[in-house]
């Protein structure tokens, strides 16, 4: 069976039934998403958001390390948050030879300043689980976001058994294969970040804080459907305090 469009030939999607993520080899495939209501409770807390574009590069598919970098840097910095208190990163994983140790690459020049080898920054991306969504990929991306500070865990990414030999061990990037709790941070916040790209080079950033801390921060009383004590639904998935 083929799968969609004449994109295919530009090995944008491949005719398997699977997405991997930062893989040894590539191939991103479609997905669909749905979107849902957020409700009237407070389900995570934007604390800033950012957007740039590549400028000139190697090629269509070969996008700018420094530009995410510095996406990062500047959308972090105007809202004067803390990147050591950044647990999770969504990141956009194209699935390329390519674009993978370069998205890695931009997240490492972020973070690991601020990680270490027991303490690593945990990345993960939609499109190992639910396909490429194509225009869909970066709400799809913020849902999983809210979702993952909402409930404190950390999903699998499906697929993965190998990273991309380009992304290097001291960068302390772990792509968890299993589900885990999310690790304790100094103010207790849980904060992911969020990237999702677009094929003409331009980037996005997002930053989400989960609710029950921020209003805690910030003595603000509001509902919100925060999980306060997160609980993996399988003894089978890891612990946090593997990492």
């Given at each position: ?33 749905l ?16 957007c ?11 996008p ?8 990062m ?19 956009h ?5 390519v ?6 690459g ?19 991306a ?9 225009g ?16 404190g ?18 960068w ?7 589900a885990?709790t ?8 849980r ?14 950033h ?17 509902p919100h ?16 305090s593997?990492?």
């Amino acid at each position: 069976m083929q799968y969609g469009m004449e994109i295919v030939s530009f090995c944008l999607f491949l005719s398997s039934c699977s997405c991997l993520l930062f893989p040894l080899g590539s191939n991103p495939e479609i997905g669909r998403i749905l979107t849902w209501l957020f409700g009237i409770a407070i389900r995570a807390v934007i604390r800033n958001t950012g957007c740039n574009h590549d400028g000139h590069s190697a090629g269509l598919t070969a996008p700018s390390k420094e530009a995410q970098a510095e996406l990062m840097r500047s959308t972090y910095a105007q809202a004067q948050l803390d990147p050591s208190e950044t647990r999770f990163f969504e990141s956009h994983g194209t699935g390329t030879n390519v674009g993978d140790p370069i998205e890695a690459g931009a997240i490492s020049e972020m973070f690991t300043p601020y990680r270490s080898a027991e303490e690593p920054l945990h990345v993960g991306a939609l499109k190992s689980n639910i396909g490429h969504s194509e225009g869909n990929s970066g709400i799809a991306s913020f849902i999983k976001g809210v979702l993952c500070v909402e409930k404190g865990i950390i999903p699998a990414n499906a697929w993965f058994e190998e990273k991309n030999p380009q992304i290097l061990d001291e960068w302390h990037l772990h792509f968890p294969t299993t589900a885990m709790t999310w690790p304790r941070t100094t103010s207790g916040v849980r904060r992911i970040s969020i990237n999702s790209f677009g094929v003409s080079g331009t980037n996005a950033h997002v930053i989400l804080d989960d609710a029950l801390h921020f209003l805690k921060q910030h003595n603000y009383v509001a509902p919100h459907r925060t999980v306060e004590v997160p609980r993996l639904p399988s003894r089978k998935s890891a612990p946090a305090s593997s990492y």
